[in-house]
Every structure is written in C-alpha cells, then in structure tokens.
C-alpha cells in the first residue's frame, strides 16, 4: 500500500499543512473582482461597510465549520459535514429524506463554486480584449472566453493531476505574482493621497435610499451577492481530508486566510471609491482597478494592472476547481452521486469530477454575463451556508455526534450563534437574492440557479436505485470518522 493512500480504494492523500492550503485559499479575496462595481451601484460607498460585515460573517460561520472539520476529520469541507450529519441511523431502504438533504447541501455548496471557472475565464478573455486591441478583429469576446476557459482548465487539470501538494505550489506562485501586487495597488492610493475621504463620506448611500420592504429586500440580495465573494474562505476546511493535521491545520488556515481577506475587501472597495468616487466606479463597473492604476501609476501603470489581474483570475480558477472536484468527490464517497465521479488517480486527485467541471463551465460561459452567473451562483452559495449551519447545530445536539472528539471547538453556545446565521441564510439571503436578480438581471439567472440545483433530485434518485448498499444504513459515526483510526496510522 502506497503512503497516505489505501490500496484500491478512492480516498484523498493526506499531503498538505495549514500554510500549503491557505496558499490555495489566497484566491479567495480576488473573488471581490466581479462585484467592485456591483455593490455601489445600490449602496455607494456604504459598500465598504457591507464588505467588512460579510468577512466578519464568514468568522462566525467558518468557527462552526472549523470545529465540524476537526470533529469529521475525513469529511471534505462543507459538502462532508451536511452529509456526515444528515442521514439517517440504521436507514434500511433506498430512499433516505435525510441523506437526500445532507446531499443535496453539498449540491448547493458544487454549484456556489464551480461556476467561479467560468465567470473568471468571462473576465480574462474581457481583459485579454482589452489588452489586445488586434484580438477583437479575430474573435469576439465570448470566443475568446471560450479559448480562456480551454486553455486555462487543461493547464489546472495537468498540474493538479499530480496531487494537491503541486496545486499549492502553484498557488504560492501565483499568489506571488497576483496578491502582492493586488494589495500594493491597494494600499498606493492611500499612500500617493489620491484617495480622497469626501468620495466616501459625501456619497455613503444614494439619495433615495430608504427604510421601506423594497430596500430591506436589496439590502439582503446585496449580502448574498457579498457573501458569495467574502464567507468564501471556509475553502480552506474543504481539504480537512488532505491536512497532515487536521486538528491544528484547518483552524489556523481558515483564520489567516480571514484576516487577510478583512484588510483586503474593505481596502480595495475603499481604495476603488476613494480614488473615482461613486460615480466613477460606476462608469467602470467591470474593471475599475484599471483607471485607479492609470491614476496612481500612469498609462503604464494599467498595462502592468491587467497582466496582474489575469494572474489573479488564474488564481481564483485554480482555488475553485480545486475545491467543487472534492464537494464532487465527497458526494460519490457518500453515495450521494453515481460512484464513478469520485473516482480518483494515483495521486489522490478526484480527475473524473475535474473534467466534469470544465465541461460544465464551458458551457456556462455561453451565458456571456458574470453577473448573471454570480447571480444564480449565489442562490446555491446561500442554500449550502444555511443547511450546513443546521447541521452544525443537530451534530452538537444528536447524542450520535455528541461525543465525537473536537481538536477545535468554537466557543461557547455557538450552536445559537450558528442557527441565527443559518436562518439570515435561509430564507432571508435566499429571498433577497431572487429580488436582486428580478430587478437587475431579470428572470434568467434565478431559473438557471434553481433548475441546475433541482437537477440534483433526479440525479439522487438515481444513484440511489443503483446502489447495492445504502450508505446510510451505516451507523452515524464509524470508527474510521471518529479520528481514532486516521489515514496516516495505517500500516504501509
């Protein structure tokens, strides 16, 4: 038997520590990118305020789902847990409601994610236009999305072919290249004066804001869109599976990669309205980093920007893949998908869901719109945030999970703070986002968000008549998910 790996059988190798998937994870703060300019269109600069409020959900949320991770260590992130916790005791038939649920979070959690593939590979073939003006005379911008998306999935699957271990290293790398300059385009601003406070204080909301039903209802389609972008970093708990130490690792990743994205998602929407003001940003919606570059740093200054940002997107296409192939890998471990798409290569990677994915994203790039997909995405984001949340709360409660040992535990009473974020999830964000899209988007995004997720139904049912042996007729919690018996402590 190989190391890390039992023979024969699809589990993920234990190969990276808590700063290797942090360094996947970094992605998450460039997820501010398709939405620095959707904010302020409904809230002008008081979208600063809703970016620092949505990180600081994500640590209320994520110290939930960082004790879930040390308490069901083999569990892939927030797709293991819902499953882990939702199915039934000693459930002898096929068709089990509560694995259908537990599955069904997971769903909602794949699609939050995948479509981040396609939304980046929109923009980069956008900004590849833009920096060569002689491109748009052959191809036009969603031919060009569609050779991004081609060329960037090949590049991602042949590097990750070869295990987690060698995605984080390109993650340093282009972290490197990506988040340094993104923060130091950041903080010049503040430090050349060009950031003027008056862009900020003078436009906080827009002159017809008011407190009535339909402002509320934007106010919350506004959160669900934030916290698609800045409660991302729970991402960093999808690889517990893959942690050397779970116990210490997935803790300590998730709250670095929460720190760095507090500074950066209120610094950059900061430094963004500080520098062109409300009305700029709004002239810019797309890609409003790129006149504050010509700004701070001149007409150079832009080209050097663009460069930068498409090392960026590569970056955050890399987190996402990474993270939508394991919620896929941990469905078919859990039987909640047809076996074959958990399958997984030698080197523990889950390559079968990895070519769905792509597909799937090109497709999904024929939309020609990353707001409209952002938009059915964050219909999936918020279902997978508040069902995982309830089952942090029945595992802290089912005298099955009770009693499972936590290396990490998130603070006393939690389990309160967990159902008020579940419920702001469910149905408040979920409510406010369909509003949102009614009135900016229209009808498509909220169709094509809840028809990919009924989809699943159909798809469970399936997996379901196929399987020989239910998974749920398991008992709640075998000893290989207690922590006793880890990967690593059997024998080669």
Same mark, same amino acid.
């Given at each position: ?156 699957? %042949? ?41 900020? %204080? ?116 890399? %987190? ?142 399936? %997996? ?29």
């Amino acid at each position: 038997m190989s190391e890390n790996r039992l023979d024969g059988a699809d589990h993920l190798a234990r190969s990276i520590d808590w700063k290797q998937g942090l360094a996947i994870a970094l992605g998450v703060p460039l997820l501010i990118l398709p939405s620095l300019g959707y904010l302020p269109m409904y809230l002008s600069a008081a979208a600063i305020l809703i970016w620092g409020l949505s990180v600081i959900q994500g640590f209320f949320q994520n110290a939930a789902y960082a004790e879930m991770a040390t308490a069901f260590p083999k569990a892939s992130g927030l797709p293991g847990f819902a499953q882990h916790v939702f199915r039934s005791e000693n459930y002898r038939g096929k068709y089990d409601k509560s694995k259908l649920l537990g599955g069904f979070s997971a769903w909602s959690y794949w699609f939050a994610w995948t479509p981040v593939l396609a939304i980046f590979s929109i923009l980069v073939g956008s900004y590849l236009h833009g920096l060569f003006p002689a491109l748009g005379e052959l191809f036009t911008e969603n031919q060009l999305a569609l050779m991004t998306g081609l060329v960037v999935f090949t590049g991602l699957f %042949t590097v990750n072919w070869f295990g987690l271990k060698d995605g984080a290293i390109l993650g340093y790398i282009l972290g490197a290249f990506s988040v340094i300059p993104l923060i130091v385009l950041t903080v010049a601003p503040f430090a050349t004066g060009h950031v003027d406070l008056v862009n900020i %204080t003078g436009s906080w909301l827009p002159q017809d804001w008011a407190w009535d039903m339909h402002h509320i209802l934007i106010l919350l389609g506004i959160f669900a869109i934030a916290q698609w972008s800045a409660c991302a970093w729970e991402t960093a708990a999808i690889y517990g599976p893959e942690y050397k130490n779970p116990a210490k690792d997935v803790s300590r990743a998730l709250f670095a990669c929460g720190t760095i994205c507090f500074f950066s998602f209120v610094l950059v929407q900061a430094a963004v309205i500080g520098v062109l003001g409300v009305e700029g940003v709004l002239d810019q919606p797309v890609s409003p980093l790129i006149p504050v570059a010509q700004v701070v740093f001149g007409q150079a200054g832009s080209m050097v920007t663009i460069i930068m940002l498409i090392a960026a997107m590569v970056l955050i296409i890399q %987190t996402a893949y990474l993270g939508s192939s394991r919620a896929m890998h941990s469905m078919a471990m859990e039987g909640n998908l047809p076996k074959s798409l958990g399958r997984t290569n030698r080197h523990g990677t889950p390559f079968v869901a990895m070519l769905i994915i792509a597909a799937f994203n090109l497709v999904l790039i024929l939309m020609g719109s990353p707001a409209a997909i952002v938009a059915a995405s964050a219909i999936g984001y918020t279902c997978a945030n508040g069902i995982s949340l309830f089952a942090y709360v029945r595992a802290k409660k089912h005298p099955a999970f009770a009693a499972l040992e936590r290396p990490f535990k998130a603070p006393r009473g939690w389990k309160n703070v967990a159902v008020l974020f579940g419920l702001f999830n469910l149905p408040l964000c979920l409510i406010g986002v369909v509003y949102l899209n009614s009135l900016e988007i229209g009808w498509t995004p909220t169709w094509v968000g809840f028809i990919v997720l009924a989809s699943y139904i159909p798809i469970w049912l399936y %997996t379901q008549r196929r399987s020989k042996t239910p998974i749920s007729s398991l008992p709640y919690a075998p000893a290989s998910e207690r922590g006793a018996e880890d990967l690593d402590m059997l024998p080669s």
